[in-house]
Nanobody, 126 residues
Framework: QVQLVESGGGLVQAGGSVRLSCAASGLTFSNYAMGWVRQAPGKEREFVAV????????FYADSVKGRFTISRDNSKNTVYLQMNSLKPEDTAVYYC???????????????????WGQGTQVTVSS
């Protein structure tokens, strides 16, 4: 049974930083691309960032480019999202997701991941 468990969310002031973690189990982690997707209240899910299985290739939404960094540690079966210079509009539930294929267009525009976590809330106060 595949499990993706996010942690690290919480309340932070605008301009602050938060690092999210997602621990994976039940799959061969190093074979999967990993992504972060967020959903704000009343809005559709929005792609944030994705990283390929080896960690050498990343892609970001324009709204977070230069502020967020996705990384992974395959020895720990964990993917991270370092979020800096946070803005109130970054407030959302952040989901971790795994994809067997690193198809950037499919992952960034259609959210075609194979597995999803339960999400962790990040609230940025102004």
């Amino acid at each position: 049974q595949v499990q993706l468990v996010e942690s690290g969310g919480g309340l932070v002031q605008a301009g602050g930083s938060v690092r999210l973690s997602c621990a994976a189990s039940g799959l061969t982690f190093s074979n999967y691309a990993m992504g972060w997707v967020r959903q704000a209240p009343g809005k559709e899910r929005e792609f944030v960032a994705v990283i390929n299985s080896g960690g050498a290739s990343t892609f970001y939404a324009d709204s977070v480019k230069g502020r967020f960094t996705i990384s992974r540690d395959n020895s720990k079966n964990t993917v991270y999202l370092q979020m800096n210079s946070l803005k109130p509009e970054d407030t959302a539930v952040y989901y971790c997701a795994a994809a067997r294929k690193y198809w950037v267009v499919e992952l960034t525009t259609k959210g075609k991941y194979d597995y999803w976590g339960q999400g962790t809330q990040v609230t940025v106060s102004s």
